[in-house]
């Protein structure tokens, strides 16, 4: 807590720069040094500025007004500073030393955020006294207020301009996980040229990165959950442009979970598929080895196929996002042009979103030749998410065919881009599993001696994948080309 001044008669004195410390109210965190420097010479030179304002605290001083000043007189080896020596209480200064500082032109939310909170710390009011008192309403105040809750990294990113306020507010939801912060600071590089969804995109890939769907689908989960599974699962709401979707991130148990309920079902595909239609006589006979292992090599080719149509739609989208400007006319066109549920529909909803009031094709076609680039990839970055992030069976969602055609435009290619991840071991058979440390120049081992490089040591299928996914693949598995 900062010092309470201590009473003294207002007067006018020449102190000792090193005798004057700097408020704790000060919100301003950024200077020009080029601009200090010329006003410390100008102040060295004795011309006439205004004296700073300071009281008393114990035998020193601190700082009301004139920060400047005195870093400039800091800066420049200036010995003494003049100055009006004032009483006033923690409070006066805090609301005296906001509202200067929110009267500047130049003032950042984050400075505008901790001008209000050291006024907020000082006085003990509420967000709706100090709204009143700044001419605020109690939201905003209450919006400045939660940036503050954001990571240094996030704080500076708001101040440079590299992330709006609006921006921030997405992030700030997510301030209780820093797992998750640490991903959405990787994605900062994409924000300046975002709009709000396209923004919200970039924080559902980085809460992906850190957590498993709970949405029960053949690419989500699969397996059942009970209640106390569920509430150790850690579960979360993720808002995307497709709506809120609920996700755990209690990785390791999903995992475990997801892993123990698919070797189940591929004990119990195997057990069902035993016994097969009998010859006339009835007599029922048993699958060959030969049979079994055709039916197993079919289950997961068809497991491996929608592995990679997942994996083109996740880099269709990132390639999308990623885009230059040159790329958007061509593919909005490319978008209108499709054919399918919706197509009607397709030149009517890009000319509500480029603002074009006579609807026809031929308006659209002469509203993108006029449309800055920058609300070009806007607008197809929204449409093209929204596009290809959702169910491909669905009929307003784009086909596999579409997805790889995207990434065909971007030059995607999953033989030189793919990365090693659970989510495709999980889809193998243990005998696969092996097979592929063999391929990778992994030896396995009884325990867990050697280089980890090229050791593994695992117990069963979930012990394999977990394993596995800890190595940097050399090439891509044969089975992942030619599924």
């Known amino acids: ?13 020449d102190i000792p720069v090193g005798l004057v410390d700097p408020s704790p109210f000060q919100h301003r965190k950024r200077f020009d040094e080029e601009k200090l420097r010329e006003l410390g010479q100008s102040i060295k030179k004795g011309e006439q500025h205004q004296a700073v304002k300071v009281r008393r605290v114990g035998d ?3 700082l009301v007004f004139g920060e400047r000043r005195l870093r400039a007189c800091k800066l420049v080896k200036v010995r003494t500073i003049r100055a009006v020596v004032v009483d006033m209480t923690d409070e006066e200064v805090a609301a005296a030393q906001a509202e200067e500082n929110l009267k500047r032109e130049d003032i950042t939310p984050i400075e505008t955020a901790r001008a209000l909170k050291s006024y907020a710390d000082a006085s003990g009011k509420t967000q709706k006294a100090i ?4 001419g605020m309403k109690q939201p905003t105040v209450a919006n400045y207020l939660r940036l503050l809750e954001l990571p240094e990294v996030f704080q500076d990113a708001i101040d440079d301009g590299a992330l709006t306020v609006s921006q921030a507010k997405e992030v700030a939801k997510w301030k209780d996980r820093p797992v998750v912060l640490a991903e959405i600071e990787k994605e900062l590089k994409h924000a300046k040229n975002q709009s709000g969804d396209g923004w919200k995109g970039h924080i559902f890939r980085a809460v992906g990165r850190v957590s498993r769907p709970m949405e029960k689908s053949s690419s989500g989960r699969q397996f059942p959950v009970t209640r106390a599974q569920r509430k150790e699962l850690d579960c979360g709401t993720v808002t995307t442009w497709l709506g809120d979707t609920e996700v ?3 990785v390791e148990l999903w995992d475990k979970l997801h892993a123990a309920h698919m070797e189940k079902v591929e004990a119990e595909a195997v057990e069902a598929g035993d016994v097969i239609a009998a010859d006339g006589s009835g007599a029922a006979a048993e699958k060959t080895d030969e049979q079994k292992a055709k039916e197993q090599a079919e289950r997961v080719a ?5 592995y990679r149509l997942r994996w083109h739609q996740r880099k269709a989208i990132a390639a999308v996002d990623e885009m230059k400007p040159e790329h958007a006319t061509r593919l909005l066109l490319y978008w209108c042009g499709q054919s399918g549920a919706g197509t009607a529909d397709r030149w009517q909803t890009l000319a509500t979103r480029l603002g074009v009031r006579e609807r026809s094709a031929e308006n659209v076609l002469v509203a993108l030749g006029k449309t800055t680039p920058k609300k070009l990839v806007d607008v197809t970055r929204d449409l093209f998410r ?4 959702g169910d491909l069976e669905r009929s307003n969602s784009a086909t596999p065919e579409v997805v790889l055609a995207v990434c065909e435009w971007f030059k995607v290619r999953i033989e030189e881009q793919w990365e090693n991840e659970a ?3 999980e889809l193998l058979p243990v005998a696969e599993l092996l097979k592929l440390a063999s391929d990778w120049g992994i030896e396995m081992v009884a325990g867990g001696e050697g280089e980890p490089e090229k050791r593994l040591s695992a117990h069963g299928k979930s012990g394999l994948v977990y394993g596995l996914s800890q190595y940097e693949a050399p090439h891509v598995p044969s089975v992942l080309l030619h599924p």
Request: aromatic share 14%; hydrophobic share 55%; net charge positive.
């Open 248 to 250: 755990a991130f209690n």
């Open 131 to 134: 709204g009143g008192r700044f």
């Open 386 to 389: 929204e596009w290809l992030a």
């Open 60 to 62: 020193r001083f601190e």
């Open 1 to 13: 807590m900062p010092a309470t001044a201590t009473a003294a008669k207002v007067e006018t004195l």
């Open 302 to 306: 068809k497991r491996v196929a929608a």
């Open 423 to 425: 989510e495709f071991l």
